[in-house]
């Protein structure tokens, strides 16, 4: 059975300092990866996906991810965090083209302080 | 346009009770979710829709759930004599179908707590 694992469960940071996030699956097929995003008090929303070709994916907000396909990660990063980074990031995976359902990892919940 | 929405967005209930959840899905989404988010457990998937195949009920915790999509739009989710570790927020997505490689818009929840 697919799974994600998200190490850091809750990380405080500064304002400026660089931020990852770690992600890694289970699943011995292709994937397709999510990053997704809940701000305080909004939807869960996508930041970036990975399907194939360039293993370094830019997202919105200025994150990037990059698919380490030896390592079963997706890790999430960030140079320069602000403020309203402060969310909770969710890592997730589907079998690609087997089903669309994502698996999810446990969150990790950002807090920027200014 | 509007995007995904869910009512209620709150529901008490007692325990043993039934309860029923309603999701609207983005006009022309074929593709339907229900997640459910709790306390330590994360995101759960629990059911998916796709156009008229069969869903995908693997992620059901029990026979107590069940789910249908009326007209390939609205949603229900039902939860029969519910008990107090269903308490959580139920979660609803849609997207287009895309091979599993299209983003799901997720909607404001239902928090569903049981007494």
């Known amino acids: 059975a697919q799974s994600v694992s998200q190490h850091n469960h809750h990380v405080i940071l500064s304002e400026a300092a660089s931020l990852e996030l770690g992600c890694n699956y289970s699943?011995?097929?292709?994937?397709?990866l999510f990053w997704y995003v809940q701000y305080p008090g909004q939807h869960l929303q996508l930041l970036l996906k990975y399907f194939s070709g360039d293993p370094l994916v830019k997202g919105i907000k200025g994150f990037e991810a990059e698919f380490i396909k030896s390592k079963f990660s997706f890790n999430l990063r960030k140079p320069s965090v602000q403020w309203s980074d402060t969310a909770e990031y969710f890592c997730?995976?589907?079998?690609?083209?087997?089903?669309?359902?994502?698996?999810f990892g446990t969150g990790t919940l950002l807090a920027v302080q200014p | 346009g509007a995007g995904v929405s869910q009512s209620p967005s709150n529901k008490v209930t007692e325990k043993g009770k039934d309860v029923e959840l309603r999701c609207d899905p983005i006009?022309?989404?074929?593709?339907l979710y229900w997640y459910r988010q709790s306390l330590g457990q994360g995101l759960e998937f629990l059911i998916y829709?796709?156009?008229?195949?069969?869903?995908?009920k693997s992620g059901l915790p029990s026979d107590r759930f069940s789910a249908e999509r009326t007209g390939g739009s609205v949603s229900t989710l039902t939860i029969q004599r519910t008990q107090q570790e269903d308490s959580a927020v139920y979660l609803c997505?849609?997207?287009?179908?895309?091979?599993?490689?299209?983003?799901?818009?997720f909607g404001p929840g239902t928090r569903l707590t049981v007494l």
């Open positions: 699943y011995g097929g292709t994937v397709n």
């Open positions: 829709f796709q156009g008229n195949s069969a869903p995908d």
């Open positions: 997505a849609s997207s287009s179908w895309d091979r599993g490689q299209d983003e799901q818009f």
């Open positions: 006009s022309g989404h074929t593709a």
């Open positions: 997730a995976v589907n079998a690609a083209g087997a089903t669309n359902k994502l698996i």
